[in-house]
């Protein structure tokens, strides 16, 4: 055989072999290991969008990367300086951050926060916290603007390099409906200045709340009369006269322990405590913990009863002061009581805060406190004959127990809750809302079975758009997340649920201030805590060994087919084609 007929022959050998190979289609055995996959969340869609291109670009040759939450993954990566939503997917762990740093300023607001849905007859208090950098000697100022007009401004003192500074602002509404505001932070001098957004939903409201005395008594009957002069409540009352005679104002509910009955009200006041059965303690137990209301004890005397279940006190201490002394606001407020006859509790209860106490405060004598019991809150009055002094000359009497029955009034969970992540946002900005059942989140605990639905929808002027819910973290809690529409303007979220329905104001501007916290203790526990470590965007080359040395991924066992690439047709058509070349060279058949 000569040697291009022996050319020929290995050309079609390789063919043939191929051929067969194909055919039969072998599989191979080996131990690979495997390409992790991780999961890139970010913090800020607006501001971190960048540093996650940087990031995906790092991590694609040796990892698996999938935008966005994914609980299957073998580990997380955080873009960005803040912590995720708390509405959101717990992360798979590990868990690593790249922080983007957050750009140097003198001045810079913390947190903004206000009532979410307050009343229009009432200054809606806005708390402001100021991060001041190198401002040593100088001066902050603090403005609270309603479009262009400033209403309300404040200044502190900065006494140290790096300082946070608390403000309290407040705004006076003039009519229901979404107010946006905007804070406005500055050194006095200097041309730096942060801003803040806030969505302010005010709402003609009126908190329907229930007294009931169990005997008559004089401190329920001046503290009802002072709550019945402010028309932000719906005042119903009962009080017990004689065996089987009562005077009713309103409708109140036949028995305190028909929980139906109770839960229209948001709180109740109760005059002489020591009057209460033990059948009505029941029933005010029950609604503190699945109502969730506020009940106030009006003390006249620290006497024994049934009531003192809910107090959790078992030594009182009683003295009369003469001449009377003034109870002070433990939050600093002005407005205060005078009283000359005082009951404490020797020792406070655990768990429990004073509310107001006397000057000398350092000796525990808290007339006035709370605490928890469920979802709700007991407040006990120690100020046994504060109604003997409401001259307003020398007590603030009225405006004392309008504010704080209308703190407890409105801390009372609605019973639909809805939560909006951020009222103002950016378009296409990733938004979450969460939706809280209450007579389904409080439901007795030997419930056999709890059902409970819910919905959620973006309604703008011309359109209605659905937003999806998963179930939350708790009985009756649902989440959801969406866009925000790209178009700039005003839009509500409403959400139903269990027959009972609410709504939210969405504002979408081009332009929204965030306030900007500093979360770098915090997101570096969190991450620890997930196993994971904070790195900075210099440091993100060491990104995939630091993840691999985590992760440390396990070969595995896997089974292919070689024959099953498409490459092998190259060699198979050039063999083919070589070998009928030359036999057509030589005119071979």
């Known amino acids: 055989m000569n040697r291009d007929a022996a050319v020929r022959v290995a050309l079609r050998s390789v063919s043939v072999v191929i051929a067969v190979a194909a055919a039969i289609d072998p599989a ?8 992790p996959m991780i999961s890139v969340v970010l913090s800020d869609v607006a501001q971190d969008s960048t540093l996650a291109v940087a990031v995906r670009r790092t991590l694609q040759n040796n990892f698996t990367v999938v935008p966005g939450g994914f609980g299957a993954a073998n580990a997380t990566v955080l873009v960005g300086d803040e912590l995720p939503p708390p509405a959101s997917d717990e992360p798979a762990r590990p868990v690593f951050a790249i922080a983007g740093g957050t750009p140097y300023t003198a001045i810079a607001i913390e947190a903004v926060s206000a009532p979410s849905l307050p009343p229009l ?51 006076l509404p003039t009519a229901p409906g979404a107010t946006p505001l905007r804070v406005v932070a500055r050194v006095a001098g200097a041309r730096d200045s ?61 028995r305190l322990d028909d929980l139906a009955g109770l839960s229209r009200f948001a709180a109740i006041i109760v005059g002489a405590p020591d009057g209460l059965t ?7 137990d029950t609604f503190l913990r699945r109502r969730g209301g506020s009940v106030i004890l009006l003390l006249d005397a620290p006497s024994p009863g049934p009531y003192a279940r809910l107090t959790g006190v078992t ?18 407020d002005s407005v205060g009581l005078r009283a000359g006859e005082l009951a404490w509790p020797a020792p406070l209860p655990a768990g429990a805060q004073p509310l107001a106490w006397v000057h000398d405060s350092a000796s525990g004598r808290a007339i006035i406190w709370h605490s928890a019991v469920g979802a709700g809150d007991v407040v006990v009055s120690g100020a046994l004959d504060a109604w003997h002094y409401r001259d307003v000359s020398a007590s603030g009497f009225e405006s004392f127990w309008q504010t704080l029955i209308a703190a407890e009034a409105s801390a009372a969970p609605p019973a639909l ?32 079975q709890i059902r409970s639905s819910a919905s959620a929808t973006l309604v703008s002027d011309s359109a209605r758009r659905n937003i999806r819910l998963w179930p939350g973290s708790g009985i009756g809690e649902f989440r959801g997340a969406f866009r925000a529409p790209l178009a700039p303007g005003t839009y509500r979220i409403e959400a139903a649920g269990d027959g009972v329905s609410e709504d939210a104001p ?84």
């Open 121 to 171: 007859d009432a200054r809606v208090p806005v708390a402001v916290v100021v991060r001041a950098h190198a401002a040593r000697g100088k001066t902050v100022e603090v403005s609270l603007k309603s479009g262009q007009l400033v209403v309300d401004r404040i200044s502190r003192n900065v006494t140290a390099n790096e300082q946070d500074i608390s403000a309290s602002l407040s705004y």
């Open 417 to 448: 809750a809805l939560g909006v992540a951020a009222s103002m946002v950016s378009p296409g900005e990733l938004t979450h809302v969460a939706i809280t059942l209450r007579d389904a989140a409080l439901r007795a605990p030997s419930a056999a």
């Open 278 to 284: 033990a059948s009505e303690v029941n029933g005010l």
């Open 194 to 254: 942060s801003q803040a957004d806030l969505l302010v939903d005010v709402r003609d409201t009126r908190w329907p709340v229930l007294f009931y005395d169990p005997r008559p008594s004089w401190m329920s009957t001046f503290v009802r009369r002072a709550v019945e002069r402010d028309r932000r409540f719906i005042v119903t009352s009962r009080v017990v006269t004689s065996r089987n005679i009562s005077t009713d104002a309103g409708a109140p509910p036949s």
């Open 315 to 332: 030594t009182w201490v009683a003295k009369a002061e003469n001449p009377s002394v003034a109870v002070v606001p433990a939050n600093g």
């Open 506 to 589: 969405l504002v979408v501007e081009r332009t929204a201030f965030r306030a900007s916290p500093n979360h770098d203790d915090l997101l570096r526990a969190w991450v620890a805590a997930r196993g994971g470590a904070v790195l900075s965007a210099s440091e993100l080359a060491t990104l995939p060994e630091a993840l691999m040395r985590t992760i440390q991924p396990a070969g595995r066992l896997e089974i292919w087919h070689p024959m099953r690439s498409v490459w092998w047709l190259l060699p198979f058509a050039l063999a083919l084609s070589a070998e009928w070349f030359m036999r057509r060279r030589r005119s071979l058949a």
């Open 28 to 35: 191979v055995t080996s131990r690979r290991a495997a390409k």
